[in-house]
């Protein structure tokens, strides 16, 4: 058998534009843009918390949210669903295209096509690289599972679902109504 090849940056840039890629453990992972429900819940997510983490109104501010941040973690190129920073720690946005510096909070919105990659792969990447707060939406299941880190490693605090209001940490300043991310 040929030895597989690392996967490079330059790998990513020749992806199709309809495609998004992630480098996990130098292997080159690509899936198509996301279908409406995946969309819908995280354009939803990142709409929500916006306000008033982000921009500071309804809420304690303090954070840069972002939608799909393209992470350079530790030779890892990952690029969660929605990712957050505390402005204390990473007080102005990169030039670069990406990140170095882990996020404080990634949510992964959880399809068929990334599932098994976003909870097998890069779960255990973002605890190691020091993301303290990883949350999974399943649009399908109509679920969201909020975990923390923990000596690197996640401990689950909550699984909710359906239309529950729920407040969850690190966003739990505010309460979030999970039926609005359902389309």
């Known amino acids: 058998m040929p030895a597989a090849r690392i996967a490079t940056y330059d790998d990513l840039l020749a992806l199709p534009p309809n495609r998004v890629g992630e480098i996990v453990d130098g292997t080159l992972y690509s899936h198509p843009r996301p279908a409406p429900k995946h969309a819908r819940s995280s354009s939803v997510m990142g709409?929500?918390?916006m306000m008033p983490f982000d921009e500071g109104r309804g809420g304690p501010g303090g954070w840069w949210i972002l939608d799909e941040p393209e992470c350079?973690?530790?030779?890892?190129?990952?690029?969660?669903?929605?990712?957050?920073?505390r402005r204390e720690r990473l007080p102005a946005l990169p030039d670069a295209a990406w990140f170095e510096q882990a996020p404080d909070w990634v949510c992964e919105i959880?399809?068929?096509?990334?599932a098994r990659l976003d909870r097998?792969?890069?779960?255990?990447?973002?605890?190691?690289?020091?993301?303290?707060?990883?949350?999974?939406?399943?649009?399908?299941?109509?679920?969201?599972?909020?975990?923390?880190?923990?000596?690197?490693?996640?401990?689950?605090?909550?699984s909710h679902s359906e239309d529950d209001a729920v407040r969850?940490?690190?966003?739990d300043a505010i309460e979030l109504e999970l039926a609005l991310l359902w389309s």
């Open 168 to 171: 969850v940490p690190p966003f």
């Open 72 to 85: 350079h973690l530790e030779g890892h190129v990952l690029v969660p669903d929605l990712a957050g920073w």
């Open 110 to 114: 959880l399809s068929p096509a990334t």
């Open 120 to 158: 097998v792969r890069k779960m255990p990447i973002y605890a190691q690289t020091g993301v303290s707060h990883l949350w999974l939406v399943d649009p399908e299941l109509r679920t969201l599972e909020a975990c923390a880190r923990q000596d690197a490693r996640w401990l689950l605090l909550a």
């Open 47 to 49: 709409g929500k918390l």
